[in-house]
């Protein structure tokens, strides 16, 4: 929504509610200001001055290889969902994320396009397995790509148009979207905006009474102002910083280092200095407590919060009788997730608005606990469009595009596909022994009445310059992330922290 166009609907609507604060002073001074406003709204219109908000539809182009359309069909098991998604938007300039969502044979391709800087529109196409081959196979069939495309289209309201055509080695389909539903939205809340801010103008001064013979003029008296409900309310006063919180990590010396196995029942965690701090957001907000401990080689952490229910199971297939055929479910999976700077300090948000990354490990309950690991990879926030990245409002009112990136080697799950009925639910992600950058960390959580206790361990210096070196005197700057049932950014989160070993 470009700054440079003064004039369209959303200041027409200001206009016309400036134009009643004038009418009801009805005074000479208001008559000329309202002819005036009329004859600004007037050019305006008649010069068809361009307007902030986007078109109402837009001509989105998907581009497919003849590779990339058997890779799609061909993984079962999810594993190569995240090398899909990266080409998927790198053959694809107009489009901003993608995701892939598998349910019984059917591949759902959930696109997201922007209207304007911070207007997303998501629209869905949902496809055969055996489409995707035939498309593959026949690219050049104009009329047959067509007809395989037309029922996914005719499935999403905000598709109104579709073409095909094949350019080189790229299969490209050529969509409609309709961006009226989001646009009219958009306007309505500009709208509530601009009248919840909007203040009348005060009325005019009196003229002055005329004077009698041998009196003086008298001075027109000055208007009361009158009560404003809708005045700013006068500014905040600025809060203290909260003094930096430190996690001491104390080394251990004869005592036997803690077994990773989620009960935190050795006696070096008695020796360990605890430290709480506070986490909030959309999973809530609560107490953390967690203990670091170290050796030449090794750093220990135990990482404690409360929690209700223990959520053990991530979108499991749930079986639908009436279909014959398994839908992914709603369960998400509990997890925790420590970023580590491996330079300067982190911030408090990834959503600060600011590029930066940093050494992440992600515990989860469901995932990666099994086999008794966190996935050791590298959280990417950068204000530049990120392939294979989600996107978020920053607090600055900026775009980030967010990605974590798992490191080399396999990871500790993958996933499977269910066709033949095996039982109501069935897992849809099954443990596997990792290997690799990506399995340096050795982590095991339990749940006990209605807490979670996590035990991670790493080495110092992984060897992996994506790891994050710890060394004995300096200032580690971290922070950590509790899901309670919830993923994506939906968790909640710490201040930065600072860990140091002694």
């Avoid at 990339?68 to 938007?89: K, S, V």
Wanted: net charge negative; charged share 30%; aromatic share 8%.
């Amino acid at each position: 929504m470009g700054a440079c166009a003064p004039w369209n609907r959303f200041d027409a609507g200001v206009r016309i509610l400036e134009l009643k604060g004038s009418l009801r002073n009805f005074s000479l001074p208001g008559i000329v200001q309202l002819i005036g406003t009329c004859l600004l709204l007037a050019v305006a219109a008649h010069l068809g001055a361009p307007s902030r908000a986007p078109a109402q539809e837009k001509k989105v182009s998907l581009s497919f290889t003849k590779e990339l359309l058997y890779n799609m069909a061909r993984d079962n098991e999810g594993e190569m969902t995240p090398e899909i998604i990266d080409r998927l938007r790198g053959l694809s300039p107009d489009v901003a994320d993608v995701r892939i969502l598998r349910s019984g044979g059917h591949i759902t391709l959930e696109y997201t396009v922007m209207a304007a800087d911070d207007l997303p529109v998501h629209f869905h196409l949902t496809l055969e397995k055996m489409a995707l081959y035939r498309m593959a196979a026949a690219r050049e069939d104009i009329d047959g790509m067509l007809r395989i495309l037309r029922p996914a289209v005719e499935k999403e309201p905000l598709i109104l148009g579709l073409a095909y055509r094949f350019n080189d080695h790229y299969s490209i389909v050529d969509l409609t979207i309709d961006f009226g539903p989001a646009l009219q939205a958009w306007e309505e809340e500009e709208m509530k905006k601009a009248a919840a801010a909007f203040v009348p103008p005060p009325p005019p001064p009196k003229p002055r009474e005329p004077a009698r013979p041998g009196e003086e003029a008298k001075p027109a008296k000055e208007p009361v102002p009158e009560k404003n409900e809708s005045r700013p309310p006068p500014p905040e006063k600025k809060l203290e910083p909260e003094p930096a919180q430190y996690l001491s990590a104390k080394k251990l010396d004869k005592t036997a280092a803690p077994l990773i196995d989620g009960a935190a029942d050795e006696k070096a965690w008695g020796k360990a200095a605890p430290h709480s701090f506070t986490v909030r957001g959309a999973s809530g907000t609560f107490t953390v407590t967690m203990s670091a401990l170290w050796e030449n080689d090794r750093v220990y952490f135990l990482v404690q919060w409360p929690d209700r229910d223990e959520n053990a199971e991530h979108h499991p297939w749930v079986w639908s009788e009436e279909e014959k055929q398994y839908s992914v479910g709603k369960e998400v999976e509990d997890a925790l997730a420590l970023q580590f700077s491996r330079d300067g300090k982190l911030g408090d948000c990834m959503l600060s608005g600011e590029s930066r990354e940093a050494d992440l490990w992600f515990w989860r309950a469901a995932r990666t606990n099994p086999v008794g690991a966190a996935e050791d990879g590298t959280l990417i926030v950068s204000t530049e469009r990120l392939a294979g990245a989600s996107f978020y409002k920053a607090k600055n009112k900026r775009t980030v595009w967010v990605r974590d990136k798992r490191d080399a080697g396999t990871a500790p799950y993958k996933s499977q596909v269910v066709d033949a009925f095996e039982g109501e639910k069935v897992h849809r992600y099954v443990p596997r022994e990792p290997s690799g950058s990506v399995a340096d960390v050795e982590a095991k959580g339990r749940w006990k009445n209605g807490q979670w206790t996590v035990e991670l361990a790493r080495a110092l210096d992984t060897g992996d310059e994506a790891d994050l070196v710890f060394k004995s005197g300096r200032e580690h700057h971290f922070t950590a992330a509790v899901f309670n049932k919830r993923e994506r950014s939906e968790h909640s989160t710490s201040k930065e922290l600072m860990l140091k070993l002694e």
